[in-house]
């Protein structure tokens, strides 16, 4: 409560800044298009984030746009320059020129209001009674020609659900500059992180450890994990009366990673643990990634029709280590006890992977008046990758034709269905810290989807999505030796709905459910994946989130979720598997003013059963869900009117 104290204080100082608003003041419900993933700030809703979605991670696949602009991450952006975040698939996904198979993570940059100068605050306590500010600002001249928003956050003692705790910094700018039809929107952001290593377990007998509650540290507490984080770029926008439209960008993303310790406990029955640290350190990785994209509507046949063409290029280093290992002996998690912290021995070996691709693609989309919608592109992509360490070296260049396709039939002014052929290029991310080659960049594989799917409304202002999806990719997984690499193909066959809108005036909710058929092959099993189903993946995932308007006291509003997250294989011959688990977050936001400045009071309440299940990631490796926790948080919001 601390911190809520000290608001006062310091909002009181802004008194005579104008201001708009805040994050705080959205309902992330009232935001979301579908059920499937949106994010606001904190508040996050959806069947699907980036580590999953259709069983697939596209933080691995780096698909990600922002504003619609090609975008390759070497690590995120920072919420002081981001709108939102909205997962991209089925009928959202019809409008990405380009698509990718697993979907696409589309980041939105902040806008400054028209006509709008001022700043905003807030501050309270997050998960695990992690203090913070937050503080963003905003100007727009009055012709509306030049404009600027941006932020800054600071934790100083950022806490975690597995007890580690640290601190993180981050400062974001976006200005704009408009005239006429063309817009420059520029991106500048910088994040420092630093807390105290990441640790997971793995279970050394033949059933999952048992569960324990709380968030307490049980790795060592000496581990030292620190990134910074600098991300910055420009993009073009220009228009014409003629039906032109020309678009370019380019973006840099840098990711510096002095220190990133790693530590697996082999826990059994007794929860008496082998502990294995990683110490690793001088990691980093660079991405830049431009596009030039042309696009032009024309009309004939009675209909408007766009062709539309893109080259995009990204160029990739990255600087990556398995790091130093070593035997940290057995310890007891009921009262872990640690040594120092060993020294370095200078053993180290590095790996440098250099990724050159640049991708020429063009597309046309027809209409045909109000009884259908076609739209295809192809693409012809040239990759190239280098690694070199101490020892070896290996090249590989690749220059495969990609494509998509798409059919939309309306069927009224409310309905359509569409069929849709996706076929591109993703990465796979790096090896997982239990793996003899960690940390390793793995290849680009070549994936495809097949999807059927349909949207409408069945009230005003409800609607229903839907879709039948066939996901077909090589799969990463642990050869006999131990690396983890490309070892066969996997297929992820399945269906998905979403309901979402205003039920009521006064309530709002989306809905969504999820249900697949993971199947490895036949070549994946021989390499040790024994079960056809792989691991970490869940088939089965539901979340329904509401929010309710209390009519009769002005300004309070209540909120609720609930996920339910089907069971998951912990080991490759189906004898282990982490179980399914429901858990339901409640919350209340409290708008009021302050003399005439607006204020928002959110409270939230994370897992409010206390489930503490244990939860499998792909390499099989365990960590336990986070324990329940409580976040507090007051915004204002002073506007011109309000300062006077």
């Known amino acids: 409560m601390r911190c809520v104290v000290a608001l006062s204080s310091f909002v009181l100082s802004f008194a005579a800044?104008?201001?708009?608003?805040?994050?705080?003041?959205?309902?992330?419900?009232?935001?979301?298009?579908?059920?499937?993933?949106?994010?606001?700030?904190?508040?996050?809703?959806?069947?699907?984030?980036?580590?999953?979605?259709?069983?697939?991670?596209?933080?691995?696949?780096?698909?990600?746009?922002?504003?619609?602009?090609?975008?390759?991450?070497?690590?995120?952006?920072?919420?002081?320059?981001?709108?939102?975040?909205?997962?991209?698939?089925?009928?959202?996904?019809?409008?990405?020129?380009?698509?990718?198979?697993?979907?696409?993570?589309?980041?939105?940059?902040?806008?400054?209001?028209?006509?709008?100068?001022?700043?905003?605050?807030?501050?309270?306590l997050r998960r695990y009674e992690t203090p913070f500010i937050k503080l963003d600002a905003w100007h727009t001249n009055e012709d509306g020609s030049l404009s600027w928003t941006g932020g800054a956050y600071a934790s100083p003692d950022t806490r975690y659900g597995d007890g580690t705790r640290g601190d993180e910094y981050s400062l974001g700018s976006v200005p704009q500059w408009r005239a006429g039809n063309l817009t420059l929107t520029g991106l500048a952001s910088w994040t420092k992180r630093s807390y105290s290593g990441d640790y997971k377990y793995a279970s050394e007998g033949d059933a999952l450890p048992p569960t324990f509650r709380g968030a307490d540290l049980f790795g060592p507490p000496w581990a030292r994990s620190e990134s910074r984080i600098v991300n910055t770029g420009l993009a073009a926008d220009w228009s014409t009366a003629h039906g032109w439209r020309v678009r370019g960008s380019m973006f840099l993303s840098d990711y510096d990673q002095p220190w990133a310790d790693f530590a697996i406990l082999e826990t059994d029955s007794a929860l008496h643990a082998r502990a294995t640290g990683f110490l690793v350190q001088g990691q980093s990785s660079r991405s830049v990634s431009s596009e030039l994209s042309v696009a032009r509507h024309f009309a004939t046949w009675g209909s408007t029709h766009r062709i539309y063409g893109a080259v995009r290029h990204r160029q990739t280093d990255s600087l990556s280590t398995a790091g130093e290992r070593?035997?940290?002996?057995?310890?007891?998690?009921?009262?872990?006890?640690?040594?120092?912290?060993?020294?370095?021995?200078?053993?180290?070996?590095?790996?440098?992977?250099?990724?050159?691709?640049?991708?020429?693609?063009?597309?046309?989309?027809?209409?045909?008046?109000?009884?259908?919608?076609?739209?295809?592109?192809?693409?012809?992509?040239?990759?190239?990758?280098?690694?070199?360490?101490?020892?070896?070296?290996?090249?590989?260049?690749?220059?495969?034709?990609?494509?998509?396709?798409?059919?939309?039939?309306?069927?009224?002014?409310?309905?359509?269905?569409?069929?849709?052929?996706?076929?591109?290029?993703?990465?796979?991310?790096?090896a997982p810290g239990n793996a003899v080659n960690r940390n390793e960049v793995l290849p680009v594989i070549e994936a495809e989807q097949i999807e059927l799917g349909f949207k409408g409304r069945i009230a005003a202002d409800v609607s229903m999505v839907g879709a039948l999806f066939e996901i077909s990719k090589p799969i990463a997984g642990f050869d006999s030796a131990g690396r983890f690499g490309i070892v066969g193909d996997v297929r992820h066959r399945g269906v998905e709905l979403s309901l979402t809108g205003e039920l009521t005036r006064n309530l709002s909710m989306a809905a969504g459910l999820m249900a697949f058929e993971p199947r490895m092959s036949a070549a994946a099993r021989r390499s040790g994946q024994v079960s056809s189903r792989p691991i970490g993946v869940q088939r089965l995932a539901a979340q329904v989130t509401a929010d309710y308007t209390l009519m009769s006291i002005r300004g309070l509003s209540f909120d609720t979720q609930v996920n339910h997250a089907g069971d998951r294989l912990a080991r490759s011959d189906g004898s282990l598997r982490t179980p399914a688990r429901t858990t339901i977050d409640v919350g209340a936001r409290y708008r009021f003013e302050i003399g005439r400045a607006p204020a928002v009071l959110r409270m939230r309440i994370h897992n409010v059963t206390d489930v503490h299940d244990w939860i499998v990631d792909s390499s099989g490796l365990l960590s336990r869900e986070q324990a329940r926790t409580y976040m507090l948080s007051l915004g204002f919001t002073i506007d011109r009117d309000s300062a006077l």
């Open 17 to 124: 800044i104008d201001t708009a608003r805040s994050q705080v003041n959205t309902s992330v419900v009232n935001q979301a298009e579908d059920a499937f993933g949106e994010r606001v700030g904190t508040e996050q809703l959806g069947l699907y984030g980036e580590s999953q979605v259709r069983g697939f991670s596209l933080q691995s696949a780096g698909n990600y746009r922002i504003d619609g602009h090609y975008f390759v991450r070497a690590a995120q952006l920072p919420d002081s320059v981001l709108d939102g975040v909205s997962i991209h698939v089925g009928a959202s996904a019809l409008r990405t020129d380009f698509p990718a198979p697993s979907g696409v993570v589309g980041l939105r940059l902040k806008k400054a209001p028209e006509g709008a100068t001022g700043s905003s605050v807030e501050t309270g």
């Open 326 to 430: 070593f035997d940290l002996g057995s310890v007891d998690l009921r009262r872990p006890s640690y040594g120092a912290r060993p020294g370095l021995q200078g053993v180290s070996t590095y790996r440098d992977t250099n990724v050159e691709q640049t991708t020429a693609a063009v597309g046309l989309e027809l209409s045909a008046a109000d009884r259908a919608r076609f739209r295809a592109g192809v693409q012809r992509s040239s990759y190239s990758k280098i690694v070199t360490s101490a020892e070896t070296s290996a090249s590989t260049k690749e220059m495969p034709w990609l494509y998509d396709a798409a059919v939309i039939v309306p069927l009224d002014n409310a309905w359509f269905v569409y069929a849709s052929y996706v076929r591109g290029l993703e990465e796979q991310g790096v």
